[in-house]
């Protein structure tokens, strides 16, 4: 069990979140390696502040030096093992898969088979991508643990199961799926907001990631307007299924009396005016696949020239899907308003827009610019949110607005997932990327 005193926010986990956050961000974890567990903080000497150091002699007696005291692992340590456990299982399950498999036989996978030669040459590479974030998720979680104090998971032995690259599609999948399921079962349960902020992002990364692997396992990438949460339970059980060695669960068991989140520490702003902000930004949405998916065809859309290298396989499914992803905005749209009546506020009305496309390409580049920026704003806001049942709704609306960002990013040939950490946005900063849409 772990102390549940220890979420003091001291000097070591300050610069431990800091850390944290640079390393992921920047796909490397060697800003946080060899940093000890007293946050890597150098005590000044007296040579370091221009003082004269006294030459020692033969005649003086030997110093002790102070031993320090042990300190206990920090509130979130637990939380981090959770995610760590799972990082450590997508980690392992890309390495080796994409050693197994050479780039020829991933390209001629049955699986693929409907695809054409761009989304066929395109999967290799986007896997190495995907299996370098694991590494990166793996890396921070491991040295931000041992600077808050904690024992982090080691890797685990594992069999997956597959013999076919088809089938290790298929088990990728669902294992971007759980993880998603996860960090929104474990979010609300994060204390401090530097590290939620950044567990925000990776969330969001994984649901990209999960997107992609629906994609080509041809299944839809955005299957729910809201992700569902798992519990930890829920997720060893899946998890389970492809660890062949001891998992010990009390390595994420919370103490009894744990510390009040951080989450609006530092900020004034009511859940009702966040939610106000995310229903500004959700009926703009709306209004832009209601309106443009009323204004363009179906075979239009299918042909528009930004998709001319895809094929059929993807061309087809194009109207479905943003089909799916206008009722995903409307159910948002919704659910957002209901809520903020609930809390006894008024929601903000859907405003006149001018999206400024004329094209179907033009159509698809403002949806992909919309859906990043959506992503943004959910991670900028997550840690504003007081009430858990409004922060858990939210952290899952972020990660279909992930989803979409990573659909639309493939069909506009960028990466689906360009960062393994999504990047926050301000709310100023989103509202002024909203304004260049919002006509009074």
Known sequence: MFDSNSGGDDDSTRSSRRRFVGAVAALSATGLAGCSGNGGTDTPTDESMGMDTPTATATDEPTEEPTATPQPPAADVPVLNYALTLEHLENVFYRDGLETFSDDEIMNADALSGFNETVRMQVPEYLRTVGAHEQAHVDALTATIEDLNGDPIGEGEYDFGYSTPSEFFAVGAALENTGVAAYAGAAPKVVNNDLLTVAAGIHSNEARHAAFLNLINDEAPFPN??????????????????????????????????????????????????????????????????????????????????????????????????????????????????????????????????????????????????????????????????????????????????????????????????????????????????GQFIVE
């Open 225 to 434: 307007a809201v992700d569902q949460a798992m519990s930890v339970d829920e997720v060893l059980e899946v998890a389970g299924q492809f660890v062949t060695s001891e998992v010990d669960p009390s390595a994420y068991e919370l103490g009894d009396e744990r510390p009040s989140h951080d989450r609006k520490a530092d900020n004034d702003t009511s859940d009702v005016e966040v939610l106000n902000y995310a229903l500004t930004l959700e009926h703009l949405e709306n209004a832009f696949y209601r309106d443009g998916l009323a204004g363009f065809s179906d075979e239009e859309l299918m042909n528009a020239d930004v998709l001319s290298d895809y094929g059929t396989a993807v061309q087809e499914k194009v109207p479905g899907h943003l089909a799916m992803v206008g009722d995903h905005e409307a159910a948002h749209v919704s659910a957002l308003t209901d809520t903020v009546e609930q809390l006894g506020g008024t929601p903000v009305e859907e405003a006149n827009y001018d999206f400024g496309y004329s094209t179907p390409s033009e159509f698809l580049g403002v949806a992909k610019a919309l859906e990043n920026t959506g992503v943004a704003a959910y991670k900028g806001a997550a840690g504003t949110v007081s009430a858990d049942a409004v922060f858990e709704a939210a952290i899952s609306i972020h990660s279909v607005e992930a989803r979409h960002a990573s659909f639309l990013n493939e069909l506009n040939v960028e990466s689906p997932f360009p960062d393994a950490v999504d990047e926050p946005m301000s709310m100023a900063e989103v509202r002024e990327v909203a």
